[in-house]
């Protein structure tokens, strides 16, 4: 079983930045893709950022490109995704989510990951 638990949200206005973690226990996430999804009330989850289990890899959502950034320290069983230029359209809860098999090629869809986190909620002030 893998707990995931995510932290860093906050309240900040926009253009500030903030970095979220999500830290895993349970099992060893380095051979696990990972992802980041967020949600507002009354919608659906949507994705943020994915990255391979070598952190080679990583893809985002377009309405975060060139913003945000996913990446992960293996040795410390965590993922970080750095949040830079936030606007008020940012404004939600954050998840991480990992795959449910190893060496899997995560996928931009909530279905494709198994374990997830809490979230933490992120918002932007205008």
């Known amino acids: 079983q893998v707990q995931l638990v995510e932290s860093g949200g906050g309240l900040v206005q926009a253009g500030d930045s903030l970095r979220l973690s999500c830290a895993a226990s349970g099992r060893t996430l380095s051979t696990y893709a990972m992802g980041w999804f967020r949600q507002t009330p009354g919608k659906e989850r949507d994705f943020v950022a994915g990255?391979?289990?070598?952190?080679?890899?990583?893809y985002y959502g377009d309405s975060v490109k060139g913003r945000f950034t996913i990446s992960r320290d293996n040795a410390k069983n965590t993922v970080y995704l750095q949040m830079n230029s936030l606007k008020p359209e940012d404004t939600a809860v954050y998840y991480c989510?990992?795959?449910?098999?190893?060496?899997?090629?995560?996928?931009?869809?909530?279905?494709?990951?198994?374990?997830w986190g809490q979230g933490t909620q992120v918002t932007v002030s205008s």
């Open positions: 990255i391979s289990p070598g952190g080679g890899t990583t």
């Open positions: 989510a990992a795959d449910r098999s190893a060496y899997g090629s995560g996928s931009t869809r909530p279905t494709g990951y198994y374990y």
